[in-house]
């Protein structure tokens, strides 16, 4: 009997330990394949790297051997300057870096390709490029140099050693693992190189981009936790200010606030952020559910936005913009300027669509942006202003508008919002020169509820 069964079983376990075995070899042959084109990927992009970095090299001494009144030659070097360095920060991003410190390299590819995109997209003939700018691009022809040759002394050791960018990637992801690789070393050596060229002049511009906002921007005398609990208290109506807990946030953020809290019980939660100076409330948040389906109509969250507005003490506003998702509302509004809406002030209030009740608010711009401004009076009229447009553009409306274009100066503009090639559009117009500083899409509250009706159809 057993001799039978014997015979009956042996050929079934040897198929299957034969399926296993060829299982393994395919699961190990693919694995295998993997690898090898993870590794291939990584090491085309390494060199790409390399090359791009010694192409910008080359292409910033081109811009600067240019004669300074050859203004068409100079553009078409720096937007080469900006796409060869679009593309090594593409390849940076195809390496396995996330776990090395390589960000200040990033970075300063980064306000590399922002400063000759927003140098070269400027009419060099009524402002050509200044001394401070021509020193910028020797220093950044420098720079590029050391990179290059650094980068180049990574590459000959990586082709001589036969080096493999996937141990790279294991002593990355290993807390164990030793960090003496080659690789890593010798991006860690670039990286901290690049320290020296942090006092690069980039100019107003680039430098508004990466620029933090500090308690040193804004007016008034420093507050206390004291101050902030009762102000907190106040706002809400609590009779008792030590409901309200108060702490100071972290060194070394974008904002210095005082963050306070209050938990109202049941899960629901009211956190406020006030600056450290002047102690003006920048961020407001109810955490609470908004359930059941609208009841209140926009108009109605448009003046319960309004009047918690008002009692906070901010002056009339201009609705800019409602954004309607699930059962809430974002409302913004910014302030007017002798008939003009200043978008760098805008602030957004968020209103629950359930019963109305205010729920958030985000007043960062309003507070950080505040300054003194002179009404600017357009040089050109309106008509004159939509002759800029293009013929298709069907206007809907239009107003005044102050906002900061890519050079990051504040000007008058025209805004003409209305529609062409089937979508919505605003167009800014310069009051003064008629160039046309800004175009964006954007969706109207009507088009928001419609998009929101056929998600909720399917």
Same mark, same amino acid.
């Given at each position: 009997?057993?001799?039978?069964?014997?015979?009956?079983?042996?050929?079934?376990?040897?198929?299957?330990?034969?399926?296993?075995?060829?299982?393994?070899?395919?699961?190990?042959?693919?694995?295998?394949?993997?690898?090898?084109?993870?590794?291939?990927?990584?090491?085309?992009?390494?060199?790409?790297?390399?090359?791009?970095?010694?192409? @910008?090299? %080359? &292409?910033?001494?081109? =811009? +600067?051997?240019?004669?300074?009144? #050859?203004?068409?030659?100079?553009? /078409?070097? *720096?937007?080469?300057?900006?796409?060869?360095?679009?593309?090594?920060?593409?390849?940076?991003?195809?390496?396995?870096?996330?776990?090395?410190?390589?960000?200040?390299?990033?970075?300063?590819?980064?306000?590399?390709?922002?400063?000759?995109?927003?140098?070269?997209?400027?009419?060099?003939?009524?402002?050509? @490029?200044? %001394? &401070?700018?021509?020193? =910028? +691009?020797?220093?950044?022809?420098? #720079?590029?140099?050391?990179?290059? /040759?650094? *980068?180049?002394?990574?590459?000959?050791?990586?082709?001589?050693?036969?080096?493999?960018?996937?141990?790279?990637?294991?002593?990355?992801?290993?807390?164990?693992?030793?960090?003496?690789?080659?690789?890593?070393?010798?991006?860690?050596?670039?990286?901290?190189?690049?320290?020296?060229?942090?006092?690069?002049?980039?100019?107003?511009?680039?430098?508004?981009?990466?620029?933090?906002?500090?308690?040193?921007?804004?007016?008034?005398?420093?507050?206390?936790?004291?101050?902030?609990?009762?102000?907190?208290?106040?706002?809400?109506?609590?009779?008792?200010?030590?409901?309200?807990?108060?702490?100071?946030?972290?060194?070394?953020?974008?904002?210095?606030?005082?963050?306070?809290?209050?938990?109202?019980?049941?899960?629901?939660?009211?956190?406020?952020?006030?600056?450290?100076?002047?102690?003006?409330?920048?961020?407001?948040?109810?955490?609470?559910?908004?359930?059941?389906?609208?009841?209140?109509?926009?108009?109605?969250?448009?003046?319960?936005?309004?009047?918690?507005?008002?009692?906070?003490?901010?002056?009339?506003?201009?609705?800019?913009?409602?954004?309607?998702?699930?059962?809430?509302?974002?409302?913004?509004?910014?302030?007017?300027?002798?008939?003009?809406?200043?978008?760098?002030?805008?602030?957004?209030?968020?209103?629950?669509?359930?019963?109305?009740?205010?729920?958030?608010?985000?007043?960062?711009?309003?507070?950080?942006?505040?300054?003194?401004?002179?009404?600017?009076?357009?040089?050109?009229?309106?008509?004159?202003?939509?002759?800029?447009?293009?013929?298709?553009?069907?206007?809907?409306?239009?107003?005044?508008?102050?906002?900061?274009?890519?050079?990051?100066?504040?000007?008058?503009?025209?805004?003409?919002?209305?529609?062409?090639?089937?979508?919505?559009?605003?167009?800014?117009?310069?009051?003064?020169?008629?160039?046309?500083?800004?175009?964006?899409?954007?969706?109207?509250?009507?088009?928001?509820?419609?998009?929101?009706?056929?998600?909720?159809?399917?």
């Amino acid at each position: 009997m057993y001799t039978r069964l014997s015979a009956v079983l042996f050929p079934v376990f040897a198929v299957l330990l034969a399926g296993t075995a060829f299982w393994g070899y395919r699961e190990h042959q693919e694995k295998n394949s993997l690898l090898i084109k993870a590794e291939n990927q990584y090491q085309r992009a390494f060199h790409d790297l390399s090359d791009h970095i010694e192409e @910008l090299h %080359e &292409q910033l001494g081109n =811009t +600067l051997a240019v004669s300074p009144s #050859s203004h068409d030659v100079q553009r /078409k070097g *720096l937007i080469n300057i900006w796409r060869i360095t679009s593309e090594a920060q593409s390849d940076i991003s195809q390496l396995p870096l996330t776990l090395l410190p390589f960000n200040r390299t990033e970075e300063f590819l980064s306000k590399i390709a922002n400063f000759s995109y927003k140098t070269a997209i400027r009419d060099l003939s009524k402002q050509p @490029l200044s %001394e &401070q700018e021509l020193a =910028t +691009l020797k220093k950044l022809y420098e #720079s590029a140099e050391t990179i290059a /040759k650094d *980068l180049r002394t990574v590459q000959e050791k990586v082709l001589a050693d036969n080096l493999r960018w996937m141990d790279v990637e294991l002593a990355l992801a290993s807390e164990d693992a030793p960090r003496d690789n080659v690789i890593i070393d010798g991006f860690k050596m670039v990286d901290g190189k690049i320290a020296q060229y942090e006092q690069i002049d980039w100019g107003r511009p680039v430098a508004a981009m990466y620029r933090k906002r500090t308690v040193d921007l804004l007016p008034g005398k420093p507050v206390t936790a004291d101050d902030v609990r009762r102000r907190a208290a106040k706002m809400l109506g609590l009779p008792d200010p030590s409901a309200v807990q108060v702490t100071e946030n972290a060194q070394g953020t974008e904002y210095a606030v005082y963050s306070a809290v209050v938990d109202k019980g049941s899960g629901v939660r009211i956190q406020m952020d006030f600056t450290k100076r002047g102690g003006e409330l920048i961020w407001y948040m109810n955490s609470r559910e908004i359930r059941g389906s609208r009841s209140v109509g926009l108009d109605e969250a448009d003046r319960a936005a309004r009047a918690f507005l008002k009692e906070r003490g901010y002056p009339e506003m201009r609705a800019i913009a409602a954004d309607p998702y699930d059962n809430a509302v974002n409302l913004t509004y910014a302030p007017v300027l002798d008939g003009a809406v200043v978008y760098p002030r805008k602030l957004t209030v968020k209103v629950a669509l359930d019963n109305g009740e205010v729920v958030g608010l985000q007043a960062a711009d309003y507070v950080y942006e505040r300054r003194e401004r002179k009404p600017v009076k357009p040089a050109i009229g309106e008509a004159e202003a939509r002759k800029h447009l293009h013929p298709d553009f069907e206007v809907e409306r239009s107003q005044l508008a102050y906002i900061r274009n890519e050079q990051d100066d504040e000007v008058l503009c025209y805004e003409f919002a209305g529609r062409i090639n089937g979508g919505r559009y605003r167009i800014y117009i310069n009051a003064s020169t008629g160039i046309e500083e800004k175009i964006e899409r954007y969706r109207t509250a009507d088009d928001a509820q419609t998009a929101g009706e056929r998600t909720q159809a399917r």
